[in-house]
């Protein structure tokens, strides 16, 4: 299995739980090792008291690029530590793109980056995301499987 088949069968692994990403209209658009981009066109539902993508939103898109990224070599591994900053509004209509991107990999321990834009590729919001590696995997590569 190459390193993107193995990022692709993980990701579909995960999308299949991932309810919270599927509820607020969260598409998966790419992924590869050490990689993923996540998209999301904001909704009036999105939207916060002053009529701006809500930071929990932005921040949720980019914690899942982050996590599709993170978990591409089909080991299992959770965020430990997460930052945002956020640079612009974004507004109902908009389309967000968060593109993860690894930074680091070192024994059980990743630093993963993530840039959230709007669809004129003006940037929305920086995350970056420590990972850690846990025991288990997110799909079985065992035989016949792979």
Same mark, same amino acid.
């Given at each position: 299995?190459?390193p993107?088949?193995?990022?692709?069968k993980?990701a579909?692994?995960?999308w299949?739980?991932?309810?919270a990403?599927q509820?607020?209209g969260v598409?998966?658009?790419?992924?590869d090792?050490g /990689?993923? @981009?996540?998209?999301?066109?904001?909704?009036?539902r999105?939207?916060?008291?002053?009529? +701006?993508c809500?930071?929990?939103? %932005?921040?949720?898109?980019?914690d899942?690029a982050?996590a599709?990224?993170c978990?591409?070599r089909n080991?299992a %591994?959770v965020?430990?530590?997460? *930052?945002? *900053?956020?640079?612009a509004?974004?507004?109902a209509g908009g389309?967000l =793109?968060? =593109?993860?991107?690894? *930074? =680091?990999?070192n024994g $059980?321990?990743g @630093?993963?980056?993530?840039?959230?834009?709007?669809?004129?590729? /003006? $940037? +929305?919001?920086?995350?970056r995301?420590?990972? $850690?590696a @846990?025991?288990? *995997?997110v799909f079985?590569?065992?035989?016949?499987n792979g």
């Amino acid at each position: 299995m190459t390193p993107k088949e193995r990022a692709e069968k993980a990701a579909a692994a995960m999308w299949q739980g991932d309810a919270a990403s599927q509820e607020l209209g969260v598409r998966l658009v790419e992924v590869d090792e050490g /990689r993923a @981009v996540l998209e999301l066109t904001v909704e009036p539902r999105h939207c916060n008291g002053h009529g +701006i993508c809500h930071g929990g939103v %932005t921040f949720t898109l980019a914690d899942g690029a982050f996590a599709y990224a993170c978990n591409s070599r089909n080991q299992a %591994t959770v965020a430990q530590h997460n *930052t945002i *900053t956020y640079l612009a509004p974004a507004h109902a209509g908009g389309v967000l =793109s968060a =593109s993860a991107g690894e *930074t =680091s990999l070192n024994g $059980r321990s990743g @630093v993963y980056d993530v840039t959230v834009t709007d669809q004129t590729g /003006r $940037r +929305i919001a920086l995350f970056r995301g420590l990972s $850690r590696a @846990v025991r288990g *995997t997110v799909f079985d590569e065992g035989e016949g499987n792979g």
